[in-house]
């Protein structure tokens, strides 16, 4: 795992969180850089594969920035416990949205038998037409599609950005305002961010 900056010190905490409250963006960057080990010891508890590094690495940095976003001295001692706490939760909504958005489940998938001994599949005990089936399974087919899609074509900005922006795996809907306050750049920038994504995701759709 790559090298992090040092921990910032109680007083040095206290000296960049004043200068951020006071506006300083600067500050902000000192903050979320300093504590950039946090989230890679957080991260490094799940143990996930070499190729999923990256992404929980971002994952919790989206928590990092949050907990520098919200943090209040006067509820909390240290950054670094409530940043723990953000990046923490943070990590684990992502798991479990991919886990989701990733879970199979057959309609021909046996769920028990009948009075008679007979199999009983999952199709047999929806109620709805022939219709609203095929048109359910295809749209959790795109949903699916889409997913992989994010992960395999969008920059890990982009990803970011439409992850923020749209909820995607069971995130936060945030404002481009919010979420270029979380990220240090323009509100412009994250506009021309989101509608490069959004391109690239609609070219391999209409493909």
Do not use: W
């Amino acid at each position: 795992m790559k090298s992090f900056p040092q921990p910032l010190t109680t007083a040095e905490e206290k000296y960049y969180m004043q200068k951020y409250t006071e506006g300083d963006l600067e500050a902000k960057h000192i903050l979320i850089e300093r504590n950039l080990r946090l989230v890679a010891h957080i991260v490094k508890k799940y143990q996930p594969p070499p190729e999923e590094m990256e992404d929980l690495l971002s994952i919790g940095t989206i928590g990092l920035m949050k907990a520098v976003v919200t943090f209040d001295p006067d509820k909390s001692a240290r950054l670094a416990s409530y940043a723990a706490r953000c990046i923490e939760n943070e990590v684990l909504m992502y798991l479990r949205g991919k886990k989701k958005s990733s879970k199979e489940v057959s309609l021909y998938e046996p769920i028990g038998t009948d009075r008679e001994g007979n199999e009983i599949q999952l199709f047999d005990v929806i109620e709805m037409n022939e219709e609203d089936v095929y048109r359910r399974l295809e749209r959790k087919e795109d949903v699916i599609r889409l997913y992989q899609q994010v992960e395999s074509v969008l920059s890990q900005r982009e990803r970011m950005v439409l992850k923020l922006r749209y909820g995607l795996y069971n995130e936060e809907e945030y404002t481009q305002r919010e979420i270029a306050a979380m990220l240090g750049i323009s509100r412009s920038y994250v506009s021309r961010i989101e509608k490069s994504a959004i391109e690239k995701l609609r070219n391999f759709f209409t493909s």
